[in-house]
């Protein structure tokens, strides 16, 4: 070992399927989030580095403009997954195992699709609050075992522990997850009013985040670990947006506004078609993307 190597560091493989947080830890301190080169313990608050932006600081000063980004990014999510009869049937028919035929009447106003995107909405809210406790990782873990949220509302649950679960396979979750977050780093790095040392904080932030969720819906699909099973804590079958009891998400329609200028303002001309729900009225003249301008697809909405 040189004299700049840095220590070994010993992972015990137990913890690392029975405790939650000795799991996060180890992901945190792999990932290097927040900067830090050491691990990071949820007991005492997170230190920032004064030179760089950590990732925590970045996501939560940065969570406005996600935020701006979300009602745009739930539509383009729902016309990809309507693309494909295997993840539109799983929308409809709660299984990506089923192979009959899928309802052709199933699209992005029908009420059930409708009542997912809420979901999704408040699910990629949930993302953009505070990363320094061990609730929003809880939750995260969650979302990869009983609750709804995601696949039963994007294409990302798995469901295990559910009185009536849901069941998609992992590839589906895994395409999702890698489509929101190349749709959030294309719009992030296209933002108009954003400096780019910024832009770059906000994306590698956003993007540890999403693959720790990939790794807590990976946890419960994968064999590794299973001679530890009858140590997992069982978790009990809760509503959605509660974990231990309390309501950890916002109202759904809440924490989401609208943007005066077009968050999708600096994408190509089709994506904007894609994302556009007719911000163009309300952007400026040299920001927005005026409807007049744009090669509006059939079946997107601008009014």
């Known amino acids: 070992m040189g004299p700049l190597a840095r220590p070994r560091q010993h992972i015990d493989r137990h913890d690392l399927y029975t405790n939650l947080e000795a799991r996060i830890q180890y992901l945190h301190s792999f990932l290097d989030f927040s900067s830090s080169m050491k691990l990071i313990s949820f007991h005492r608050p997170f230190l920032a580095l004064t030179q760089f932006e950590d990732d925590i600081e970045a996501l939560i000063s940065g969570s406005k403009y996600i935020k701006q980004l979300i009602p745009a990014i739930v539509n383009i999510v729902y016309q990809k997954l309507l693309q494909y009869d295997i993840t539109a049937r799983a929308l409809e028919t709660r299984s990506t195992s089923y192979e009959g035929p899928v309802d052709d009447s199933l699209n992005e106003n029908s009420p059930q699709i409708l009542h997912r995107k809420m979901f999704l909405r408040a ?84 993007g540890k985040v999403i693959w720790v969720q990939n790794d807590l819906f990976a946890k419960w699909y994968v064999r590794d670990g299973d001679e530890f099973a009858d140590e997992i804590e069982k978790q009990e079958i809760e509503a959605e947006g509660f974990l231990h009891g309390k309501k950890i998400l916002d109202d759904i329609e809440e924490g989401l506004p609208s943007s005066p200028t077009c968050p999708f303002s600096g994408l190509s001309a089709s994506a904007k078609a894609d994302a556009c729900t007719g911000c163009g009225d309300k952007g400026d003249k040299e920001n927005g993307c005026s409807t007049a301008t744009l090669p509006i697809r059939p079946h997107v909405s601008t009014s």
């Open 123 to 206: 699910y990629l809210a949930k993302l953009c609050s505070d990363p320094s406790t061990l609730e929003f990782w809880e939750y995260l873990d969650k979302v990869g075992k009983i609750t709804r949220f995601l696949i039963a509302s994007s294409m990302m649950h798995v469901g295990k522990g559910r009185e009536h679960p849901l069941h998609v396979e992992y590839v589906h979750i895994g395409a999702c997850l890698a489509f929101i977050q190349d749709t959030l780093t294309e719009a992030l790095l296209s933002h108009p009013r954003l400096r780019m040392d910024k832009k770059i904080a906000l994306v590698k932030a956003i």
